[in-house]
């Protein structure tokens, strides 16, 4: 993640999210449309579920602005933990207007079932969707493969431990989405063919149950992050190396880490100096380094400390 998120430009995943609104926005305005010509459970979710990513993204907008704020006074440790906050507004706002107006519009479409019709309107709206869904999709993969590769990760495992939420939550959203046009597909088709409204319920479910798990996962990603989520070993190795490949430190005694925002952390490190310096010039060089390590990217606060001569050096 470290070098990685080095490399990550801030603007990148602004731009990842300005392309899911604009994607979201006009999927869910083509498929409510598309819902009230049909009268298709399957395509009033699939609606719901698009509007609710539409709102969505709108809080992702505010966690990447927000959260690359300076620090200052009143938030000595920046406000990167912003990103985390807006971010589970934006999967609470998925689980209510996504995952649970779809699940009870299919629960009414059993108790009460309504005409559907002009079906060939509801494959349109679906293709473009998808289109549109899938160009979002893959500008979110194409960035979370950039830093997964930096890291020797699958792209996978990067998004569900990456420290940037807003990223980590169009990439899920997005494929939440594909998943369920191929749901809406099916169920649309099936009422088709058989001429019952049962399938086109079932299939508001499930893509009700899709999004609910898509939104408890974000929503406990962005918790760990809130709460203090600590780094991986990968990033810990990483800081540790450059922390003893600089010329002023002969050994690292204590290293701690944790997130304070998306890429970004909060460093606090026990070190043993170079050479033998007079009592006095110790805190000039423990500041000189702590500044430097705070030039770099990542590092939003770095605190160092002596290590007394008798505590085990750090083996990584």
Excluded: C
Excluded at 46 to 59: C, K, L, M, P
Excluded at 60 to 71: I, K, N, T, Y
Excluded at 114 to 132: C, G, H, I, M, Q
Excluded at 152 to 170: F, G, H, K
Aim: no cysteine.
């Amino acid at each position: 993640m470290a070098a990685s998120d080095k490399r990550q430009k801030p603007g990148s995943t602004l731009l990842t999210v300005v392309i899911a609104f604009t994607a979201n926005a006009l999927v869910a305005a083509a498929k409510s449309v598309a819902a009230v010509l049909t009268g298709s459970a399957s395509m009033t979710a699939e609606a719901a579920h698009s509007w609710a990513d539409t709102g969505n993204q709108v809080f992702l907008f505010m966690a990447e602005r927000r959260s690359r704020r300076p620090r200052d006074k009143s938030h000595p440790m920046g406000y990167g933990r912003e990103a985390y906050v807006w971010s589970m507004f934006a999967a609470f706002g998925l689980f209510t207007a996504g995952a649970v107006v779809s699940i009870m519009h299919g629960i009414q479409q059993f108790i009460e079932p309504e005409p559907a019709s002009d079906f060939l309107v509801a494959y349109v709206v679906l293709a473009v969707a998808f289109v549109l869904e899938g160009a979002s999709f893959v500008q979110a993969f194409r960035q979370t493969r950039e830093a997964a590769h930096e890291l020797d990760r699958n792209t996978l495992e990067q998004v569900l431990i990456s420290s940037d939420p807003t990223l980590r939550a169009v990439f899920a959203e997005d494929a939440a989405a594909l998943v369920g046009l191929v749901i809406a597909f099916g169920g649309v088709f099936l009422r088709q063919v058989t001429g019952s409204p049962l399938p086109d319920a079932v299939g508001s479910i499930i893509v009700g149950v899709l999004l609910a798990v898509v939104a408890v996962v974000l929503i406990d990603r962005n918790r760990r992050f809130l709460v203090g989520q600590g780094v991986t070993p990968d990033i810990e190795r990483s800081m540790s190396r450059r922390l003893l490949e600089h010329r002023d430190i002969a050994r690292l005694t204590y290293l701690h880490m944790e997130f304070v925002g998306p890429r970004k952390l909060y460093l606090v490190a026990a070190v043993d100096l170079q050479g033998d310096h007079p009592e006095h010039e110790v805190a000039v060089v423990l500041r000189r380094i702590e500044s430097e390590l705070e030039d770099h990217e990542t590092v939003e606060e770095a605190v160092l400390t002596l290590a007394t001569p008798d505590e085990t050096a750090l083996r990584f």
